[in-house]
């Protein structure tokens, strides 16, 4: 069965927007604080923003602080990731992941996530 489904990825310039979604299934989405990971550097998989499934409290790493804002609704069991001024360092593949422990996200553990997606890109041409 598929748990966490990314759409909304593709080709934009520099100082541009995405929305990237993130809908789940088979699981009880409430219980699970989400997390958008992306490859990035060294090809090291690391979560760039974290909401918890507590109190929608965010984590965003420093890079992007002010341009990234993650939000979900429980209603759909859909998380997002609005993605403004992107730059062309945003460009990777960008996975959703679910763990029970908002921390985990924050840490950006692999092994401590439950479920993940397969991921959607994101190109950011100069």
């Known amino acids: 069965q598929l748990h966490l489904v990314e759409s909304g990825g593709g080709l934009v310039q520099t100082g541009g927007s995405l929305t990237l979604s993130c809908a789940a299934s088979?699981?009880?989405?409430?219980?699970?604080?989400i997390g958008w990971y992306r490859q990035g550097p060294g090809n090291k998989r690391e979560a760039v923003a974290c909401i918890s499934n507590k109190d929608n409290s965010t984590y965003y790493i420093d890079s992007v602080t002010g341009r990234f804002t993650m939000s979900r609704d429980n209603a759909k069991n859909t998380a997002y990731l609005q993605m403004n001024s992107l730059k062309p360092e945003d460009t990777d593949t960008y996975y959703c992941?679910?763990?029970?422990?908002?921390?985990?996200?924050?840490?950006?553990?692999?092994?401590?996530?439950?479920?993940w997606g397969k991921g959607t890109r994101v190109t950011v041409s100069s």
């Open positions: 992941a679910a763990t029970p422990q908002f921390r985990l996200c924050v840490l950006s553990s692999i092994y401590g996530m439950d479920y």
């Open positions: 088979g699981f009880t989405f409430d219980d699970y604080a």
